[in-house]
T-cell receptor, first 111, second 114 residues
Framework: GENVEQHPSTLSVQEGDSAVIKCTYSDSASNYFPWYKQELGKGPQLIIDIRSNVGEKKDQRIAVTLNKTAKHFSLHITETQPEDSAVYFCAAKGGSYIPTFGRGTSLIVHP | DAEITQSPRHKITETGRQVTLACHQTWNHNNMFWYRQDLGHGLRLIHYSYGVQDTNKGEVSDGYSVSRSNTEDLPLTLESAASSQTSVYFC?????????????FGPGTRLTVL
């Protein structure tokens, strides 16, 4: 089955800096890569996703890149703000409806 | 607005008791999922369902069961609660249609087994 590795487990940055979270996957058949943000006491919420026929996608301060050959994808957050502090999960999904999640990254943005 | 709700939000129980966690969605989604979240393990899939009367085991299904009698609900039952089942449980749903892959998560239930 699919295996998703996510790094780092904790990331601490100063407000205004950029943050990068990286994930690798094992199944070359995976074709959908979502990123979820989980705020304290809440369920995860989709913030951006990318499909295997696209190399990069941006939405304001967040962007995701995908390298299918190397089987890795990354989340980039620019100009970080304190409200970006949360746990971020990457996931990979193939032909089934079941995504495989990474273990999560706790992002802390210091004012 | 469509939503997905879980109840109770917090539950304390004793070892050996049967516990049922409720999940209700108004998205009219065919797919529903139960995950547990533990520190260092991320989200682990317990059970999932692709539609009414369909249920499937996930990677950590031992000690848990689900039933799907209608589209809206997927209750999770712990047959005989164990301390190892102390966790935060999340229900999620998603659309069956091709290209609509987003999972919508509930707010979670924090379960403590003493």
């Amino acid at each position: 089955g699919e295996n998703v590795e996510q790094h780092p487990s904790t990331l601490s940055v100063q407000e205004g800096d950029s943050a990068v979270i990286k994930c690798t996957y094992s199944d070359s058949a995976s074709n959908y890569f979502p990123w979820y943000k989980q705020e304290l006491g809440k369920g995860p919420q989709l913030i951006i996703d990318i499909r295997s026929n696209v190399g990069e996608k941006k939405d304001q301060r967040i962007a995701v890149t995908l390298n299918k050959t190397a089987k890795h994808f990354s989340l980039h957050i620019t100009e970080t703000q304190p409200e970006d502090s949360a746990v971020y999960f990457c996931a990979a999904k193939g032909g089934s409806y079941i995504p495989t999640f990474g273990r999560g990254t706790s992002l802390i943005v210091h004012p | 607005d469509a939503e997905i709700t879980q109840s109770p939000r917090h539950k304390i129980t004793e070892t050996g008791r049967q516990v049922t966690l409720a999940c209700h969605q108004t998205w009219n989604h065919n797919n529903m999922f139960w995950y547990r979240q533990d520190l260092g393990h991320g989200l682990r899939l317990i059970h999932y369902s692709y539609g009414v009367q369909d249920t499937n085991k996930g990677e950590v299904s031992d000690g848990y069961s689900v039933s799907r009698s209608n589209t809206e609900d997927l209750p999770l039952t712990l047959e005989s609660a164990a301390s190892s089942q102390t966790s935060v449980y999340f229900c999620a749903s998603s659309d069956l249609r091709e290209g609509l892959n987003e999972q919508f998560f509930g707010p979670g239930t924090r379960l403590t087994v003493l």
